[in-house]
């Protein structure tokens, strides 16, 4: 089994800063792919980025691309969104999420993960 916890959310001005980190236990990461989703009010959880570990591919929604960067750290088996120049719209409940699978374009969809954290609040005031 795979454990992911989220921190690292709070509340931000517009055009702030902030890093989340996806603590991954119970199993090594290094053969999973690793995403982060979000959630606003009212709206379906969306894709927002993710890095397959064993090819250290990593991909971005339009929509955060050069403002979000994902990364990981094996030794600490935790994986970060950096989140800069933050935007109102980028206001929701962001997921940890993994699958053991190398990236594919069916990796956008959050039914193909396997293993959820409990999502952590990120509110960007304006």
């Known amino acids: 089994q795979v454990q992911l916890v989220e921190s690292g959310g709070g509340l931000v001005q517009a055009g702030g800063s902030l890093r989340l980190s996806c603590a991954v236990s119970g199993r090594t990461f290094t053969d999973y792919t690793m995403g982060w989703f979000r959630q606003a009010p009212g709206k379906e959880r969306v894709f927002v980025a993710a890095?397959?570990?064993?090819?250290?591919?990593?991909n971005y929604a339009d929509s955060v691309s050069g403002r979000f960067t994902i990364s990981g750290d094996d030794a600490k088996n935790t994986v970060y969104l950096q989140m800069n120049s933050l935007k109102t719209e980028d206001t929701a409940v962001y997921y940890c999420?993994?699958?053991?699978?190398?990236?594919?374009?069916?990796?956008?969809?959050?039914?193909?993960?396997?293993?959820w954290g409990q999502g952590t609040q990120v509110t960007v005031s304006s």
């Open positions: 999420a993994a699958v053991r699978a190398s990236w594919s374009r069916s990796l956008y969809t959050p039914y193909k993960y396997d293993y």
């Open positions: 890095i397959s570990r064993s090819g250290g591919i990593t």
